[in-house]
């Protein structure tokens, strides 16, 4: 049987401990109302956000809930949000159910249960994936462009 070293064990309990304030500390953040320019709008009959551009309007939007499909839009090597992004949500068996332009960094919408296609169109450049919404959790779709053309 190996044995693990006395180090690694006290690392690892300091992790153990301090995770939870890390999580507590960023789910209770404080939201400044005023730096908040976000409201739920609809199209379709789905309810959706589209912004998170400064820190109280991500804080803002990443703690909504009853949102079932959650998009997150970067560009670059450094992973920086982006807000010029075409969406479109369209349903499997065809037709555009949420159609945005210049949406994100981050765009959460409430989809009825089904499977969906996502294009994320930024600067020509086109990327896609699928979402399969049910009664769990929230569907995470993360769009990256590598340039900043």
Known sequence: MKHAHPLMLSLA???LLLFPLMAQ???????????V????????????LSGGIGLDESHFIQAAKGYNLHMTFSVGAQNQYTSDVSVQVQKASGGTVLALDNA???V???????KYTVVATRNGE??????????GAA???????TGDR
Request: hydrophobic share 35%; proline share 6%; aromatic share 8%.
């Open 13 to 15: 309990a300091v992790g």
């Open 37 to 48: 320019q976000v409201q739920q709008q609809q199209q379709n009959g789905i309810a959706y």
């Open 104 to 106: 994100g960094p981050l």
């Open 126 to 135: 086109e990327r896609r994936d699928v979402a399969s919404i049910g009664g």
């Open 139 to 145: 569907h995470n779709l993360v769009f990256h462009w």
């Open 108 to 114: 959460y919408a409430q989809l009825p249960t089904g």
């Open 25 to 35: 500390s960023a789910s209770t953040e404080s939201v400044d109302p005023a730096g």
